[in-house]
């Protein structure tokens, strides 16, 4: 028998509307079992503003993992306790806790999960699955509202993204390699120590058709090593378009790091299996990545506050722990491939503690680049924008970036992207899929390209770099910006301008350059 917890409170931010292109196919098997995270947080005073100087400053006194951890483990148990004493009320079991990531993990039937939290729960169908979502708000006993953070795992709608463009390699294509040497990036660093996490949202990889890539760019291989997340492993089916991503991130990234480590973290297409991938990779205590590459994320509009938190709450550990974080601004242009009328960036790209990398069209002679415009092939393109969140308000290192107000509302606040590199489809990445030589395009390649960047600078450094964006903004010089272009759609978007754009950020890089610059910098 279950004790009555009388009062309730709305769980703020967690309204969820039903899965855009989708259709209800009725309810889900509410005997079967369902896994559901708490993740919670101190009573304490509320921290500076996002990315503000005392903010990034309080987040760079360096920690190590296991630093992290214990103290963790002394500011969290309250909150803790708290929460398992309702779980226990409600017969619901603890399965773990773990201090490390502020969450504890709950099991029971969903039926007793949905009544405890509250939670709208039904099937629904898109073009490629059936799965569940929720609906309206989630409830929280009144008793352990200012200890919870956030409630996941309900909701498993697939995070939205454009379908990846692949076409057999051309004569022009090119591998990465060969688009790093057009950035002038010398890729003779030892890079043996160099430990760079990918993200996999489903899909897998065949290891024949990384080391056939390599092989054509005469790199030597990093080991790499398979993480699950959740239970998800590598699972290649022949060439899909979540293999082409993989294929693409992978490759990019390995010819950077040759001879070093790549861990590939696979998880499921959902906020929640980005969100949970995100903080095992950070927190990592055995491969330790220095740097984490993530082509994945979505409108910001299509995240939950809670659910933003959770991953805000991993990122600033990321800062904590000098990871850097580089993520994609997405393809579909400023509007995301949304149809209601506004201009949307992604996250989370839109993160004050991630660098944020946006695509450009690039015009080539033997020489090299003659030319380099923003990304936009009427349908596709590079995202870009300035941040909806009026909790992403402008970063200290954007202050004096000049950043042009929201075409939807006129505010300014987090500008995305910060930077970007080559991502057309035309020459495009030329990578290795089931044997067969592709082309792909897309910000997913810019991302990859300036993790391994980013590695290089760490290697040639001899101690990882962190937040990375500071340093890039104190030093505009050192990327090239993109002034011809837009990234509009039906009307709807930025222009580039001369600085900092909403399309490209502050421009792609100038290889040698920034590396020796990154690797004088002084360390935090």
Not at 115 to 137: C, I, P, W
Not at 346 to 367: E, I
Not at 497 to 505: E, P, V
Request: proline letters at 7%; one cysteine or more.
């Amino acid at each position: 028998m279950t004790t009555q917890w009388p009062r309730t409170v709305e769980l703020e931010g967690s309204i969820r509307d039903a899965p855009v292109g989708a259709s209800l196919v009725g309810d889900i098997d509410f005997d079967a079992p369902l896994t559901v995270t708490v993740h919670f947080q101190r009573r304490s005073p509320p921290p500076p503003p996002l990315g503000s100087a005392k903010d990034i400053e309080r987040l760079s006194k360096r920690m190590t993992r296991e630093q992290l951890a214990k103290q963790r483990r002394k500011t969290h148990r309250r909150a803790a306790a708290r929460i398992e004493a309702f779980a226990k009320s409600q017969g619901i079991v603890v399965a773990a806790v773990d201090y490390g990531a502020r969450s504890m993990t709950l099991q029971a039937p969903a039926r007793v999960l949905a009544k405890a939290f509250y939670a709208n729960l039904r099937l629904y169908r898109d073009d490629e699955q059936v799965f569940r979502a929720r609906t309206g708000a989630l409830h929280i006993p009144k008793d352990i509202a200012p200890w919870t953070r956030a409630v996941i795992g309900f909701d498993q709608r697939p995070l939205l993204r454009r379908a990846t463009v692949a076409a057999p390699a051309g004569p022009d294509s090119m591998w990465p390699s060969q688009i790093a040497a057009l950035y002038g990036i010398p890729l003779d660093q030892d890079m043996s120590a160099q430990c760079v996490g990918v993200i996999a949202l489903g899909g897998g990889y065949q290891p024949e058709d990384l080391a056939a890539a390599l092989a054509k760019m005469g790199r030597r291989p990093p080991i790499v090593v398979d993480q699950s997340v959740g239970g998800v492993t590598n699972q290649f089916s022949g060439g899909s378009r979540y293999d082409m991503e993989i294929a693409l991130d992978l490759q990019v990234v390995a010819s950077f790091v040759e001879g070093g480590r790549v861990v590939v973290y696979f998880t499921s297409n959902s906020a929640e299996g980005l969100a949970a991938a995100i903080d095992q990779a950070i927190r990592d205590g055995t491969n330790k990545p220095q740097v984490l590459s993530l082509s994945w994320g979505g409108p910001e509009v299509y995240w939950t506050k809670p659910r933003r938190d959770v991953v805000m709450g991993s990122l600033s550990d990321a800062v904590r722990l000098g990871v850097s974080v580089v993520t994609a601004s997405g393809d579909s242009l400023a509007t995301c491939g949304l149809q209601d009328g506004k201009a949307h960036v992604w996250f989370p790209a839109s993160a004050p503690y991630a660098l944020g990398c946006g695509g450009t069209s690039v015009s080539l002679t033997n020489a090299g680049i003659i030319s380099e415009n923003v990304w936009n092939d009427g349908t596709a393109g590079t995202g870009g924008g300035i941040s909806d969140c009026d909790e992403f308000p402008v970063p200290a290192f954007q202050s004096a970036a000049n950043l042009p107000r929201s075409v939807n509302d006129g505010q300014i606040r987090r500008g995305v992207p910060d930077v970007a590199a080559m991502a057309a489809k035309a020459p495009g990445y030329r990578i290795v899929v089931n044997r067969d030589e592709w082309a792909l395009d897309g910000t997913s390649a810019a991302t990859p390209l300036w993790a391994g960047l980013i590695a290089m600078a760490n290697a040639k450094r001899g101690a990882p770099i962190g937040l990375v964006n500071p340093a890039l903004y104190a030093t505009p010089q050192l990327m090239r910006p993109i002034t011809v272009g837009d990234n509009q759609q039906n009307g709807l978007g930025y222009a580039a301008t001369a600085g900092w754009s909403a399309c490209t950020g502050l421009g792609a890089p100038l290889g040698a350059q920034l590396l020796a610059v990154l690797a004088a910098m002084r360390e935090a």
